[in-house]
């Protein structure tokens, strides 16, 4: 059975409806973010990066990330409006997160002491709200919460 290695919490400044994760170690991309950011696709990747896209244009979400051995048991899907999976290569075993408005900011997830290989899982609740707040009051804090769940790849 996995167990959780880490697990982290921080808030994302989604700007335009997004906010990313990518390789910390960024100068090698070949599609830095938020270059061909897509609108409307819920988790979209590139090498070394994943694009988050939210219910809202303009909030602060909150973001929990865990870091596990291998797959996390799943989710009870009743809980999350949305739900995604994909692959990711780290060169270094550290994330930055990326805001469409500030660009890279302070945060950095660690995934292991060295690159390597990921699968990641995205659940995302309140993106409704997110919305409605987009479209009332302009922002939000902590209306919406992703849960981005780490763990290494098998060959």
């Given at each position: 059975?996995?167990?959780?290695?880490?697990?982290?919490?921080?808030?994302?400044?989604?700007?335009?409806?997004?906010?990313?994760?990518?390789?910390?170690?960024d100068g090698d991309l070949p599609v830095p973010f938020p270059d061909e950011f897509k609108q409307g696709v819920f988790l979209n990747d590139f090498p070394g990066r994943l694009d988050i896209y939210s219910g809202g244009h303009t909030h602060t979400a909150a973001v929990t990330v865990e870091v596990w051995d291998g797959e996390p048991p799943q989710q009870d899907s009743s809980r999350w409006d949305e739900q995604a999976e994909a692959s990711f290569e780290s060169a270094s075993g550290e994330v930055a997160v990326w805001s469409m408005d500030l660009g890279r900011v302070d945060d950095?997830?660690?995934?292991?002491?060295?690159?390597?290989?990921?699968?990641?899982?995205?659940?995302?609740?309140?993106?409704?709200?997110?919305?409605?707040?987009?479209?009332?009051?302009?922002?939000?804090?902590?209306?919406?919460?992703?849960?981005?769940?780490?763990?290494?790849?098998?060959?």
């Open positions: 059975m996995a167990e959780l290695v880490r697990q982290q919490h921080l808030d994302a400044d989604v700007g335009h409806h997004g906010f990313g994760l990518q390789e910390s170690d950095v997830i660690t995934l292991a002491d060295s690159g390597g290989s990921w699968r990641v899982r995205v659940s995302c609740a309140g993106r409704r709200e997110a919305a409605a707040l987009s479209e009332q009051e302009g922002t939000g804090e902590g209306v919406e919460k992703y849960l981005v769940q780490f763990w290494p790849a098998t060959a």
